[in-house]
């Protein structure tokens, strides 16, 4: 079988704070081109810290230890550009995020910082408020957009860098379930690479066929969605829990849905 | 309701100072590059004019007069906030019983200070904040202050309305008289929101360089 190169990987990655906690301790894992992927557990579990890993914004100071390869290429400070360009990350709160006056002018953030043309950026903006659907609220104020209209205007932030791979974390907190299913119907639509850190298990049971539960810093279980969300001793274990959608259902029956097949797996 | 308002009650900040979306805009045709430079002649020509050369001022006076009430100003609160100069005005008048008449009298600087603050106020009301940090890096003032400027525009209210629901849980397990434990407890909600501010400001730090900030 030929070996592909995995869009993320990651590799005996650990980190401490400069308090002496350990937020990450040899943490691995890989993640083909394409992959949706959830990354579940408790609060405090380095989810955030992890996630901030793959865009290379940490580790700044000495302190961590492992490696992180983007599309085959070593997270390295002389790469970083490259990467911010390759990896596009979307935090958890939106307020956090959207630090520009306008729509317009937080769209176009990180386009202008790539070095491109105006009229190249513009184009972007334009085509990435489209893709979220909020065309018409370019000279719109952050402060004033709902909380579901502040996360597609963070995801179009993120998508005006055409990055190949996402990483969200938390993308449905504080939504309400319409602005959460049209967030999650958004995402759907995103060909890129994904990793989800979350809390929603019914929304990885929809949309991410493989998870990655990770407890005390430490990837604890990595595999099918289904099994591993259907393992209530393991759930409980790692401060989640069963999701309800599974108490109905039995992965075993033939009417059970089934996930799509992982390319590159 | 139409036209730019002053101080509602429910809100500690004024709305003219809040971020525009969708305001009507007085003198939208004028661009802000010129509203800003006829708000600095005003009050530097102000500040300079002899009060022999009363014409300026009066001039000044109408012509303030003029745009509050073609773009609409509410009167009221604006007049309120002119009163803000009362404690200079009173500073003045102090100094002239003590010292004698050597400095500017109190009448002065309160007909100097009112009409500088009014030109501060009226330009405020009639110019979206929106449009102030492009015009200032149009004219030169260097991209980190005007960076630093549009930011904390951007998160004041993001802070003001953190404060508010600080001040409201608080309010909400408050038992006691206030007068007791107030200043107590004032000053540890500043501190907690100073704190929360700094993790903010890391944050915020950290969502610019993951979109290549340098």
Redesign the interface.
């Known amino acids: 079988m030929e070996m592909t190169t995995p869009a993320l990987a990651v590799d005996k990655l650990a980190y401490r704070y400069p308090d002496g906690t350990v937020a990450l301790c040899d943490v691995g894992f890989q993640i083909a081109a394409g992959e949706c992927v959830g990354l579940l557990g408790p609060n405090g579990s380095g989810k955030s810290t992890l996630l901030l890993h793959l865009n290379g914004i940490l580790p700044d100071k000495p302190g961590s230890a492992g490696t992180v390869s983007v599309q085959g290429e070593l997270i390295a400070t002389a790469n970083l550009e490259t990467i911010r360009r390759q990896v596009g990350l979307m935090f958890q709160d939106p307020d956090d995020q959207l630090f520009c006056a306008t729509v317009e002018e937080d769209v176009a953030f990180g386009p202008s910082q790539l070095g491109l043309p105006k009229e190249v950026v513009a184009e972007r903006v334009r085509s990435a408020l489209a893709q979220v659907g909020l065309t018409g609220y370019e000279r719109r104020t952050p402060y004033h957009l709902s909380q579901g209209e502040k996360r597609r205007a963070c995801l179009a932030g993120v998508l005006a860098c055409e990055p190949s791979i996402l990483v969200l974390d938390e993308p449905t907190s504080g939504l309400d379930p319409r602005g959460r299913r049209e967030f999650m119907a958004l995402l759907r639509e995103v060909p890129a690479t994904k990793l989800i850190a979350t809390h929603d298990l019914e929304m990885v049971v929809e949309m991410c066929p493989r998870s990655i539960i990770l407890d005390g810093g430490k990837v604890v279980a990595d595999g099918s969605t289904m099994e591993l969300l259907d393992n209530e001793e393991l759930m409980l274990a790692h401060g989640l829990e069963r999701p309800h959608s599974l108490h109905h259902l039995r992965i075993d029956e033939p009417f059970f849905w089934k996930p799509p097949q992982q390319p590159g797996r | 309701m139409s036209g730019i308002h002053f101080g509602h009650n429910h809100t500690p900040y004024a709305p003219e100072f809040?971020?525009?979306?969708?305001v009507r805009v007085p003198f939208a045709w004028l661009a802000p590059e010129w509203k800003l430079a006829v708000m600095l002649t005003l009050v530097v020509g102000t500040a300079v004019m002899p009060l022999a050369w009363w014409y300026w001022h009066v001039g000044a006076g109408v012509l303030l007069l003029t745009v509050a009430l073609s773009g609409r100003v509410a009167l009221k609160p604006l007049l309120w906030r002119v009163l803000w100069l009362l404690p200079f005005v009173a500073g003045a008048a102090l100094a002239a019983v003590w010292h004698g008449p050597t400095g500017p009298g109190w009448p002065t600087v309160a007909a100097r200070g009112g009409l500088c603050l009014l030109t501060v106020l009226i330009f405020a009301a009639v110019t979206p904040?929106?449009a102030l940090?492009g015009v200032l890096r149009r004219i030169g003032v260097p991209a980190l202050l005007v960076t630093t400027m549009?930011?904390m525009?951007?998160?004041l209210?993001?802070l003001v309305d953190e404060s508010d629901r600080m001040r409201r849980a608080r309010t909400c397990r408050t038992f006691t008289p206030k007068r007791r434990f107030g200043w107590g407890v004032n000053a540890e909600v500043i501190g907690r929101l100073f704190v929360r501010a700094s993790e903010?400001a890391e944050?915020?730090y950290?969502?610019?360089?993951?979109?290549?900030?340098?």
Do not use: S
Request: charged letters at 20%.
């Open positions: 809040r971020p525009t979306a969708g904040f929106g940090p549009a930011l525009h951007r998160y209210f993001v903010r944050r915020i950290l969502a610019m360089c993951a979109r290549g900030w340098k």
